[in-house]
């Protein structure tokens, strides 16, 4: 969504909508409409913007590789400022670390983009179906969450169980 800074009063921008994930690129793994609340307030040409969001991800499980849904519901508080004339973004871009600030261009200011990056930055790096997931059998395969397998009580690793089923001949 594009925002005229030219539209957000004195007190403040508060925008509360729903929005379909094709919007940000993400719906590959978001199922159902994002739902954005945010309040945008502008103080001579600086932009703070503070909300949160709320989706439900498609994940797959790193364990068991079962698929899932998990609803994340992220906080934000980004600064922003005019892009200084004659610079590139790419040369502006924060590191890690650094306060979060970001830079507009122009007199419009589009929300899609900080809507993105809090989505993506929300993603598990490592989803699991439960805390307690037990995963595959790295010998046969099988899904222990469902039956347990014979392959032996502690965790093989496939290579060392290759070696000790050669040593049985
Ligand atoms: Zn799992
Ligand atoms: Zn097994």
Redesign the pocket.
């Known amino acids: 969504m594009l925002v005229k800074l030219k539209d957000i009063p004195e007190e403040g921008l508060h925008l509360r909508y729903k929005e379909n994930p094709e919007q940000f690129s993400v719906s590959e793994y978001v199922n159902k409409d994002i739902e954005i609340d945010t309040h945008i307030i502008k103080s001579a040409d600086a932009l703070f913007i503070n909300g949160s969001i709320e989706a439900e991800l498609r994940m797959e ?6 698929v ?1 849904t998990v609803t994340i519901n992220p906080n934000f508080s980004v600064n922003y400022m005019p892009l200084p004339k004659g610079s590139d973004e790419d040369e502006l871009e924060l590191g890690k670390g650094d306060m979060e600030i970001g830079f507009y261009k122009g007199d419009t200011f589009d929300i899609d983009d900080l809507i993105k990056e809090q989505i993506v930055l929300s993603i598990p790096m490592q989803p ?3 805390l307690s ?3 595959i059998c790295p010998v046969c395969g099988q899904n222990l ?1 469902i039956k347990e397998c014979n392959c032996g009580q502690e965790n093989i690793n496939p290579q060392f169980a290759a070696l000790k089923n050669l040593l049985k001949k």
Do not use: A, I
């Open positions: 499980c790193s364990r068991c590789l079962k899932f699991l179906c439960s997931c037990k995963g969450n």
